[in-house]
Nanobody
Framework: QVQLVESGGGLVQVGGSLRLSCAASGSIIEINAMGWYRQAPGKQRELVAAITSGGATNYADSVKGRFTISRDIAKNTIYLQMNSLKPEDTAVYYC??????????????WGQGTQVTVSS
């Protein structure tokens, strides 16, 4: 069974940085598309960044130039480096993994989330 565990969230001031980690077990990230979603209170969950099994990346317009998704295949872990953080980045961030071979990617495995709070 696939398990995804996020870590690295916390409280940061405007303009600061955080790096989120997602450790995967029960699957190999090299053969799965993976991504980061976030959800703020009262708002829908939105896809922030994704990385394909081939290593291609994509980002929401709101975070382009500020966030970077990456992976460490040896550690079976993906990361989200978040720079120049803004109050509107405050949300619970979720790691997600797509069903292998799905196109467009169907993200059907989820972590429990990690809270990111950006103070103004």
């Amino acid at each position: 069974q696939v398990q995804l565990v996020e870590s690295g969230g916390g409280l940061v001031q405007v303009g600061g940085s955080l790096r989120l980690s997602c450790a995967a077990s029960g699957s190999i990230i090299e053969i799965n598309a993976m991504g980061w979603y976030r959800q703020a209170p009262g708002k829908q969950r939105e896809l922030v960044a994704a990385i394909t099994s081939g290593g291609a990346t994509n980002y929401a317009d709101s975070v382009k130039g500020r966030f970077t998704i990456s992976r460490d295949i040896a550690k079976n872990t993906i990361y989200l480096q978040m720079n120049s953080l803004k109050p509107e980045d405050t949300a619970v961030y979720y790691c997600t993994q797509a069903r292998p071979g799905s196109y467009p990617p169907s993200f059907d495995s989820w972590g429990q989330g990690t809270q990111v709070t950006v103070s103004s």
